[in-house]
């Protein structure tokens, strides 16, 4: 448990606040050296962090698996935490880009440049990894970091913002930039949501109740990374062959992922050639599926997947399994599949296979998710397979960034004019 | 008053919300029909929007003249708003375009394509054109809006909205596009800002309270228009005759306006020059100077503007004089004037006046407000002027947009991601 006072935590959002005014001028030689420099740091630290590690998932022992899962390092994983940082590291600094240039008739020459926020505060599950994540790319868009990691993961991840801040203090820079809260009670982090004077975002990432908590105790700019009910629609002139392996890719490669598929939506005129193979296919992969009225006729006319189908409750459209299960539905066209993705949908991706250009432009247009896809698994939604080269997260909010949020996502654009005396009167 | 009960006002949020969907695929060419239609339809309708207003002026006669100002139309700002209409009409439509496209190397092409935000919320004072200001800015960018301008416009305000409808009803569209609730109580306001199932943005426009009220009531996104408290810092080697120029011109060609100058610092090195004939143009101009001791003294040595010139109060620092009033001080140089800015200045507008490179790039790396500029007029901030086409106000958060927001800053960016069967695994 952390034990820091009101006054204490208000004294550290103040620091932040202090540290992430010198943090935006430093040059992007000094974020990278910091960056590699911790990069060596956890590579010669693999044993003490392990250990920190294995105090951490004794403690937690009754947790259930997925969270054990997402709370444990290995030193596979430290390797890939040090290979990105060095990633990050190589990544171009998105701050002083200048991306609006023009010339005024008056002389004026306006600029919109890249600036960072200032400090961002983020409120995540017990994953220690995440916390140099998230260190990385707020460093790296010259921003300070609150962190606040699940209290399971306290010995992990303060050992990791302790390597940090050892690399902070051999490059001379002030240990503020990066503040971790891992074990602040509840009440901590009311009070920290209060402090919008010295925040100025929040990305709450996780379940309903930690974003309904977060929205509803500030009044600081909240980013939400919020849950993925990722639909499928195979229209009636889809590729069956293809589609069964991108449902097969987006349902059971990562399921507790957010970005796994949760429900299927067939064109009723393709339901009698898909259904039975599809449902056949997924239970073969130890998938359960939860089926409609006519997904369940269908398939059980060809006895397909038996043992794995069962009949879906209402509760089962519009909910993340987070495991191997996935709702299935008819639909009589791609109209009334619309219609359900607005309803059932979370905003964060949905895709539709299908061979007719105006059935996928339809779609398009007229499902906003987050990401929205064109034969290709839900699992693309991920700021390394759109190319951003290292994410913080996937946004669900339409406001400030939608989708994976990488280096550009955590700055701002501001105004830079230069003039030779102009007035306007 | 406007009365309708939370039932109602659920009701109308869900409507926009239902709106708002078909709003963001209908074609550039059908809302620049209704915004040309709305242009003819006001050109046509002056006598009526000029005696409801009138109805206005005359319930609202106790209210401070400021205010009463920017309830007034007269036959030239409704020449302005249908002029404003045509020329929103004739800017490019933000949705659509594609800001980002690449193609990865397993050959999905990656896009990344400008979106409505869905349903604006708009919390404005008693200013009527500012119904139809807005209307035309989402409207054009693909968003329902609900606007609540301050209830001493009700009459004008819901007439220009009754044009609206008429237009849209004429064009065969939902008249949800745009509701207003001009005049809606505040229990009423309380609830709208429970609504964030149907409503994306809200944007308050206004004063302290107005703000603290909105962002203290709400989970919905916030963007601020907060106030300005606009610095201008007249560094050692400023030139005096320009800086004299651009000071008047900041402070006295729309002392209300939120870009108007409120503190002018003075390196100490430039004050003995600078001060005694900034202080008498300022006077000479109807300005109150509220100086610093440096300054006082200064001035009265060469007995510059004593009629107008007194001894700056503490909280003369940091004010929103919003009249012919400005705070001036002497700073021991370019350190004190950014350490002054950082703590009175709002992330506004704030200006360096410097023949120097080296103090004009210091001061814009390390000054991070929504428009910094060199050598030119606080006035300059502002939609039209730098080049936006037309603004909604000016943004002082750093979250979405910071500065103007024009077309672009009321859109979000999506990514649409198009492939040939790729899987992830």
Redesign the interface.
């Known amino acids: 448990m952390l034990t820091l006072d009101n006054q204490q935590l208000t004294s550290q959002a103040k620091a932040s606040r202090e540290a992430s ?1 010198l943090l ?2 430093i040059s992007r030689e000094t974020k990278d050296r910091v960056l590699t420099d911790l990069a060596r740091e956890i590579d010669g630290s693999h044993a003490a962090i392990l250990e920190a590690n294995q105090a951490d998932m004794t403690a937690a022992a009754g947790l259930e698996p997925a969270k054990l899962r997402r709370l444990e390092l290995t030193s596979q994983s430290l390797a890939r935490l040090s290979a990105g940082l060095l990633q990050v590291a190589k990544l171009p600094d998105p701050i002083g880009t200048v991306t609006v240039a ?1 010339r ?1 008739p008056n002389g ?1 020459n ?1 600029t919109k440049v890249r ?4 400090v961002v505060a983020m409120i995540y599950e017990a994953r220690p990894a995440v916390t140099l994540d998230a260190f990385s790319l707020c460093l790296k868009s010259g921003n300070a970091c609150i962190l606040k990691g699940g209290k399971e993961s306290i010995r992990s991840s303060s050992l990791l913002a302790q390597l940090a801040h050892r690399v902070l203090h051999r490059n001379g820079l002030p240990l503020s930039i990066l503040t971790s809260l891992c074990g602040l009670p509840r009440e901590g982090l009311e009070h920290l949501l209060t402090l ?1 004077t010295y925040i ?2 929040v990305i709450p990432r996780g379940g309903t109740p930690l974003i309904e908590f977060v ?2 105790h500030t ?1 600081i ?3 939400k990374h919020y849950h993925g009910i990722c639909h499928i629609y195979i229209d009636q002139r889809a ?1 069956i062959t ?1 589609a069964i ?2 449902c ?3 349902k059971t ?1 990562a399921p507790a992922a957010c970005n796994a598929a949760e429900c299927i939506l067939i064109h009723e005129g393709a339901a009698a050639a898909v259904v039975p193979a599809l449902v056949a296919a997924l239970v073969e992969r130890g998938v359960e599926v939860r089926g409609c009225k006519q997904t369940l006729t269908l398939a059980r006319q060809q006895s397909a997947g038996a043992a794995g189908l069962v009949a879906a409750s209402p509760e089962d459209f519009g909910r993340e399994f987070l495991d191997l299960t996935v709702a299935m539905r008819v639909v009589k066209d791609l109209d009334e599949a619309i219609a359900h993705i ?1 309803e059932f949908g979370s905003d964060h991706t949905d895709v539709i296979l299908t061979r007719d250009e105006a059935s ?1 432009a339809a779609f ?3 499902v ?10 839900t ?3 991920d700021g390394f ?3 951003l080269g290292a994410e913080i997260g996937i946004s669900t ?4 960034a ?3 949020m990488g280096l550009e996502e955590l700055t ?14």
Do not use: K
């Open positions: 005014r935006a001028t023009r005024m004026l306006v600036s960072p926020l200032g919008d100025d975002l929205c509803g009044r700019p909240v980013v590729d293809q392996a991108i097969l890719d987006s490669t607005g996928s398009v247009a007229r906003a998710s987050s990401c929205t896809l064109v034969n290709a698994s699992r693309f939604n397979e759109l190319g909010s339409r406001v400030h939608y989708g994976p701002t654009q501001r105004y830079v004019v230069r003039g030779e005396g102009q007035v306007r009167n």
